[in-house]
Nanobody
Framework: QVQLVESGGGLVQAGDSLRLSCAAS????????KAWFRQAPGKEREFVAA????????YYADSVTGRFTISRDNAKDTVYLQMNSLKPDDTAVYYC???????????????WGQGTQVTVSS
């Protein structure tokens, strides 16, 4: 069974940092693009960041550029999202995704995790 499992979410205060992880099992995604998306209550799922298979291309939403960093460890088949200077607007369920079928920022990835909640209080 193919799984992407996120971890690292939680409740933090504005200005704090969190590091999300997403580990793959059931098959290897070490040669596939990986990404993070998020969905806030009452809003559509939105792109956060993406990274290509060898980490030489990264993409970020304007709202997180300069604060969030995506990285990956192919030996562990894990993708990370370092989130600094968190804001209340960053509150959402964060999903990792793998194996894109369209553009890096398009939600057309084939595999998705179950999500991890990030809540930022003011």
């Amino acid at each position: 069974q193919v799984q992407l499992v996120e971890s690292g979410g939680g409740l933090v205060q504005a200005g704090d940092s969190l590091r999300l992880s997403c580990a793959a099992s059931g098959r290897s995604f070490s040669t596939k693009t990986k990404a993070w998306f998020r969905q806030a209550p009452g809003k559509e799922r939105e792109f956060v960041a993406a990274i290509n298979y060898n980490s030489d291309e990264t993409y970020y939403a304007d709202s997180v550029t300069g604060r969030f960093t995506i990285s990956r460890d192919n030996a562990k088949d894990t993708v990370y999202l370092q989130m600094n200077s968190l804001k209340p607007d960053d509150t959402a369920v964060y999903y990792c995704a793998a194996h894109r079928r369209g553009g890096f920022q398009s939600p057309s990835y084939e595999y998705w995790g179950q999500g991890t909640q990030v809540t930022v209080s003011s």
